[in-house]
């Protein structure tokens, strides 16, 4: 809803938070740049359940009134890099709803944040409250000295049930394999969606369409340049390929300035694949 926009006719729920959101002023907005569903590399199957998410959202007061309802808590699983806090983002983007975050580091440092996250939440609600690197809270207790955290993280959850779940708890881990099993029962982290790194046929796409949107008609681009960086990115993640196109473009223009060239080379991708991956 945009501030010009007039409330007109009875105010509803949504209405009367959306209100309340302006209130609020900026707490839960998302940052400029935030990317939409579908500029998300992903696994279809994936891509398939954050729209559906997306949707139920959007008309969660029409899936009420027919007897359905959201999940109150979704696990990201999958690598670091691979699109988890990006398409948490996007989901909040997607649906309109508020967009509240904390790292699982955070709560361990401060443990009576989280309660004053969720209380955060409730204010500006609907609120997708996303919860990064949660594996050092929702371990297998028996494997974590943090058991008194994990009870009040998934206490919150409990306490959430019966109200409109309008505050989606979205945790990502990349080791779901280490999670408490009691953090993913039904009513808690109930629904998991996987994000992994692209498949080639993928990352070809993905770093064609960048590179082509990067350097237009004034840049001469050598041959094998593309293939070169595709061949680099193999089994790499979206952001390792932001990355060295980043870092490449930088060679390109700043020899570019220097010399007069304009031209973008297989040695500028090697080289920048070098500087980034070579540990
Ligand atoms: N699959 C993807 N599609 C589009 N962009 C992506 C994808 N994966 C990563 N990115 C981009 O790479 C950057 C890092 O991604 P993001 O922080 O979402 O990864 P993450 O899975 O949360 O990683 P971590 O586990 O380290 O927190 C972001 O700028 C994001 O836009
Ligand atoms: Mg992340």
Redesign the pocket.
């Known amino acids: 809803m945009h501030r010009d926009e007039e409330f007109t006719g009875p105010v509803t729920f949504e209405i009367g938070m959306k209100a309340m959101r302006l209130l609020h002023g900026r707490k839960g907005r998302l940052p400029e740049g935030v ?1 939409d569903i579908s ?4 696994p279809d199957a994936s891509r398939g359940a954050l729209c559906n998410l997306a949707y139920r959202m959007t008309e969660i007061e029409n899936l009420e009134k027919l007897g359905s309802t959201l999940p109150r808590g979704v696990m990201f699983v ?1 690598p ?8 948490a983002m996007s989901l909040a983007k997607a649906s309109g709803w508020a967009f509240l975050k904390t790292t699982g580091a955070d709560i361990i440092a401060d443990p009576r944040s989280w309660d004053r996250l969720y209380r955060e939440a409730c204010d500006v609600r609907p609120c997708v409250v996303f919860i ?2 949660v594996d050092g809270i929702l371990q297998d207790r028996r494997h974590t000295g943090h058991g008194m955290l994990t009870e009040q993280l998934l206490s919150t959850l409990d306490g959430a049930a019966g109200r409109t779940p309008d505050v989606l708890f979205i945790a ?1 881990t ?1 080791h779901y394999d280490r999670i408490d099993t009691a953090a993913v029962r039904s009513g808690r982290f109930e629904e998991k969606i996987l ?1 992994d790194v ?1 498949t080639n046929k993928a990352m070809a796409a993905y770093v064609r369409t960048i590179l082509a949107s990067k350097l237009d008609g004034a840049w001469k681009v050598e041959t094998g340049a593309v293939a070169q960086t595709i061949r680099l990115l193999s089994g790499r ?3 390792d390929a ?1 990355a060295l196109v980043r870092k490449a473009m930088t060679l390109a223009a700043l020899r570019r300035m220097r010399e007069q060239t304009v031209d973008f080379r297989v040695a500028d991708v090697v080289y920048a694949a070098h500087s980034i991956f070579a540990q």
């Open positions: 990317k500029d998300i590399i992903m999958g670091p890099g691979t699109g988890k806090t990006q398409a990064d690197e990502a990349n994000f692209p993640t979206i952001a932001d």
